[in-house]
C-alpha cells in the first residue's frame, strides 16, 4: 500500500545542532508540506512544495530549508536547532487533483535542550 | 495567511448524542474550499469532510454534516450520534482556490465522547 513515512519518530538534540526530518511518500504526489504543530496554535506551514526543484516558504519558515530532489521526499533541516523549535512535526502530501486532501505522515517529536 | 478560527478548545459529549463544532475564517476570495481534520489519539491525521465555496449544499459524509454560512465566514462540524472512536481533536482548515494547495489549519478542538 502507498503510504508516506517520517523519520525520526522522536529526536532529542541541542540548542545549535543541525537536525535533519526525513519524509518520503509512495503516492507519486506532486504536493509535500511539512507543518508543525504546537498547542493552542494548530498546524502552522513551514515549507512547501509542488514538485521536483520547486519549494516555498510558509507562515513559520524562519530556520528552517527544505529540498525536493525527487517525487518522493521532502527532507526538512533545521540549520542551528533552537530551543522554539521543539514541537511535533508533520509532513502531509496530496495531489493536485483532489484539492485539499492531504495524507499526514504519523509526526516526528523534536525536542531541543 | 487565512485565518481560521475555532473558538470551543474542548468539548465532551455523550455517546450517542450530537456535537457541533464551530470554526470561522476570514478571506477574501470567493472561491475556497474548507475542511475539517480529525487527528484521533495515535496522532495521524485524516480528511473528515471537505466543501467548496461555491456549492451552496452542505457537505455530509455518514454521521458527519456541516453547516456553511458563506455570508458569515461560518463552518460548523456536526457529529450525529457520537462514538467512542469519534474522540479526537478536530481541526478546521481552509484552502485558497485554483492552483494553491496549501492548507491554513484552525487551533483544533478536542473532542471527548463519553461512555
Known amino acids: 500500500d502507498a503510504e508516506i513515512t517520517q523519520s525520526p519518530r522522536h529526536k532529542i538534540t541541542e540548542t545549535g545542532r543541525q537536525v535533519t526530518l526525513a519524509c518520503h511518500q509512495t503516492w507519486n504526489h506532486n504536493n509535500m508540506f511539512w507543518y508543525r504543530q504546537d498547542l493552542g496554535h494548530g498546524l502552522r506551514l513551514i515549507h512547501y512544495s509542488y514538485g521536483v526543484q520547486d519549494t516555498n516558504k510558509g507562515e513559520v519558515s524562519d530556520g528552517y530549508s527544505v529540498s525536493r530532489s525527487n517525487t518522493e521526499d521532502l527532507p526538512l533541516t533545521l540549520e542551528s536547532a533552537a530551543s522554539s523549535q521543539t514541537s511535533v512535526y508533520f509532513c502531509?502530501?496530496?495531489?493536485?487533483?483532489?484539492?485539499?486532501?492531504?495524507?499526514f505522515g504519523e509526526g516526528s517529536r523534536l525536542t531541543v535542550l | 495567511a487565512q485565518t481560521v478560527t475555532q473558538s470551543q478548545p474542548e468539548m465532551s459529549v455523550q455517546e450517542a448524542e450530537t456535537v457541533t463544532l464551530s470554526c470561522t475564517y476570514d478571506t477574501s476570495e470567493s472561491n475556497y474550499y474548507l475542511f475539517w481534520y480529525k487527528q484521533p489519539p495515535s496522532r495521524q491525521m485524516i480528511l473528515v469532510i471537505r466543501q467548496e465555496a461555491y456549492k451552496q449544499q452542505n457537505a455530509t459524509e455518514n454521521r458527519f454534516s456541516v453547516n456553511f454560512q458563506k455570508a458569515a465566514k461560518s463552518f460548523s462540524l456536526k457529529i450525529s450520534d457520537s462514538q467512542l472512536g469519534d474522540t479526537a481533536m478536530y481541526f478546521c482548515a481552509f484552502m485558497r482556490g485554483v492552483n494553491d494547495y496549501k492548507l491554513s489549519f484552525g487551533a483544533g478542538t478536542t473532542v471527548t465522547v463519553r461512555a
Open positions: 502531509a502530501s496530496s495531489f493536485s487533483d483532489s484539492p485539499g486532501e492531504l495524507f
